[in-house]
């Protein structure tokens, strides 16, 4: 089993960035691939990106692509997501997830373990 604490959220203005992150416990970080997922007001929870065991894949939903970066640091049992020039629809609570599936999925029903979330606002 595994806990995921997430930390980095806040308050931005659009055009600017976050990071953040999610950190794991227990020493099986490595054999999970890790998501992230967020959730604004009145919408279904949706995938944003993922990324594999050993963090040579990675996978984002269009609407980050190209502003947004998932990576991890298996030894710190950690993984992050920068974002850069947020807009006002990038507001949401993100979460982190952990899944034993071998390929990365965008599918929330393929993750085991969640975080709290850490909360995003983007100011327009």
């Known amino acids: 089993q595994v806990q995921l604490v997430e930390s980095g959220g806040g308050l931005v203005q659009a055009g600017g960035s976050l990071r953040l992150s999610c950190a794991a416990s227990?020493?099986?970080?490595?054999?999970?691939?890790m998501g992230w997922f967020r959730q604004a007001p009145g919408k279904e929870r949706e995938f944003v990106a993922a990324i594999s065991r050993s963090g040579i894949m990675t996978y984002y939903a269009d609407s980050v692509k190209g502003r947004f970066t998932i990576s991890r640091d298996n030894a710190k049992n950690t993984v992050y997501l920068q974002m850069n020039r947020l807009k006002p629809e990038d507001t949401a609570v993100y979460y982190c997830a952990a899944s034993t599936t071998v390929v990365a999925s965008t599918s929330e029903y393929e993750y085991d373990y969640w975080g709290q979330g850490t909360q995003v606002t983007v100011s327009s």
């Open positions: 227990g020493r099986t970080f490595g054999s999970y691939v």
